[in-house]
């Protein structure tokens, strides 16, 4: 299984909602991610964990709430969002760190109204 | 801060080779990575070069210079489903951030 699985593929939702996203991999991996992408523009990292722990975070707006529950798992909690937060949202995993190898899933498509 | 630079679109036709420059400036370096993402996909890892030299994958090859923080993607024998968006990306150090380039995109024409 070298998947990571998205849901919702597409959300659309207002700014006073609170709504989530989810993701899961089943390749043993240590390390997922959630990237943000806008049309045109490369992914941008938001958020990394390791271990089930939070390593890095991009200085993200904390209306985006990330979530490890275990390995397996990754949500991201989305609350009080902007119009301007509208885009796909990427989630990856990957071994280990310095490999440059992420598999991402699919994404969540976002809309904010 | 990173900064990497690479071309904005190319177009070619079937059959063709297309290279891809990426030259990047960073704070620290510990590979070169490359992706391809279609339309509407996600992104899908192609190589990743940490040495210098030529590593090739099929009809895909990726070069690395260290010394000239730079690097490029060969696309060989070119296909119409190798229409798409192509990222370089850095790994700084052997944590886990990778920081992609903007992206080129390849049209392929009959």
């Known amino acids: 299984d070298t998947e990571v699985t998205q849901t919702p593929k597409h959300l659309v939702m207002g700014m006073t909602n609170k709504k989530s996203l989810k993701c899961e991999q089943h390749m043993g991996h240590r390390a997922m991610y959630w990237y943000k992408q806008k049309a045109k523009k490369p992914p941008e990292l938001m958020f990394v964990?390791?271990?089930?722990?939070?390593?890095i975070n991009e200085s993200v707006p904390s209306r985006f709430s990330p979530e490890c529950p275990n390995s397996s798992l990754l949500n991201l909690h989305l609350h009080a969002l902007q119009p301007e937060d509208s885009a796909l949202y990427l989630c990856?995993?990957?071994?280990?760190?310095?490999?440059?190898?992420?598999?991402f899933g699919e994404g969540s498509r976002l809309t904010v109204l | 801060g990173q900064s990497l630079e690479q071309p904005s679109e190319v177009t070619a036709v079937e059959g063709a080779i297309v290279q891809i420059n990426c030259t990047y400036q960073t704070s620290g370096f510990y590979g070169l990575s490359w992706y391809q993402q279609h339309d509407g996909g996600a992104p899908t890892f192609l190589s990743y070069?940490?040495?210098?030299g030529l590593e090739e994958t099929g009809r895909f090859s990726s070069f690395l210079s260290r010394s000239d923080s730079y690097g490029y993607l060969l696309l060989q024998e070119l296909q119409m489903k190798d229409s798409a968006s192509y990222f370089c990306a850095v790994s700084e150090s052997n944590d886990y951030k990778l920081s992609f380039g903007a992206g080129t995109t390849v049209t392929v024409r009959a």
């Open positions: 990856a995993s990957s071994r280990q760190g310095g490999t440059g190898e992420l598999f």
């Open positions: 070069n940490a040495l210098d």
């Open positions: 964990y390791s271990y089930e722990k939070l390593s």
